[in-house]
């Protein structure tokens, strides 16, 4: 795939766009319904960089649904299983944007992420070594970068508008947001599902250091897991052979390019720097490499 081939942004004329994330544009399809389209945009510290990698929302597309489809049995998930061209009519755009898009149940969101983490990184790290404590939840002493955690800890965070920040919160603040009952309902899935794909990946050579999930309920209350699911956009994937403590390990995510723009003069705010054509084929090539590795 070339760089003319990569979508910035989509266009679907008999489909009103009532939702731009940073990656994914989210039509209306009717009142039960969605349609939603996973661009090739790339985010990093919460700011869309003016460059698409080629390829990437058909990886994200692939990736989340395979692991949806692993997940059935602890929680269903918003895919329908409606072909784009049922709702796409013209027959050349629904041909092109079918590899990247999903006809999705319409479901209501939580107001938060569900952050997992195995392992010791970003802002993670960050927060433990200003307070020895993620969330709310206190860690060992002298943990390093990258380590192992002793047991994988739920640390949600607040969902920030475009081009802010999300904001990690503890616990007792999610149930302040959705009550109890639901706040542990989305902790003890988020976990499930996190230590089943860790497990799984594993196997073949690559370590999930952390993911984030988006859950919604229907009319009736029931939750489902939505939006993408451990992709190299929402994970951190680590390759196993070249793991070690004390850095930031190599990576099949967007981590590659956090640490290019870690070397520029930029305060991580909109407008985000154009990116090297070496590092927008690099970033296309890792994303590639994991969604092989762990499909196959």
């Not at 990184?121 to 206190?138: F, K, N, V």
């Not at 407008?271 to 969604?291: C, F, H, I, M, N």
Request: aromatic letters at 8%.
């Amino acid at each position: 795939m070339n760089d003319s081939d990569a979508l910035f942004d989509s266009a679907i004329p008999d489909l009103p766009r009532i939702g731009r994330g940073k990656v994914r544009d989210i039509y209306s399809v009717d009142d039960n319904h969605l349609l939603i389209v996973t661009t090739d945009r790339l985010s990093a510290y919460d700011v869309v960089l003016p460059d698409p990698v080629p390829g990437k929302g058909q990886v994200l597309t692939e990736l989340s649904n395979f692991w949806f489809r692993m997940m059935e049995d602890l929680i269903p998930n918003h895919l329908t299983g409606t072909s784009v061209s049922a709702v796409v009519g013209d027959a050349a755009l629904a041909k092109s944007l079918a590899p990247r898009s999903i006809v999705v149940k319409r479901l209501k969101p939580l107001p938060i992420e569900a952050v997992v983490r195995g392992y010791l990184i970003g802002s993670g790290w960050r927060d433990y070594l200003e307070t020895g404590a993620i969330c709310g939840i206190d860690l060992p002493k002298g943990l390093e970068q990258a380590s192992r955690l002793p047991e994988t800890i739920f640390t949600p965070a607040t969902k920030a508008e475009a081009g802010d920040h999300d904001e990690n919160v503890s616990f007792d603040q999610v149930v302040s947001m959705i009550g109890e009952d639901l706040a542990v309902r989305v902790r003890d899935k988020t976990i499930q599902i996190y230590e089943r794909a860790a497990a799984y990946a594993l196997e073949r050579g690559i370590i999930i250091a952390d993911t984030k999930f988006e859950f919604g309920l229907d009319d009736e209350g029931r939750l489902y897991i939505i939006d993408e699911a451990l992709t190299p956009d929402s994970s951190r994937f680590w390759p196993l052979a070249e793991y070690r403590t004390g850095i930031s390990p190599p990576s099949f995510d967007k981590q590659f390019v956090r640490d290019y723009l870690d070397t520029l003069d930029w305060d991580k705010t909109a407008p985000g720097p154009a990116l090297p054509a070496e590092v927008l084929k690099q970033t296309s090539d890792k994303y590639r490499e994991a969604l092989q590795i762990l499909t196959g």
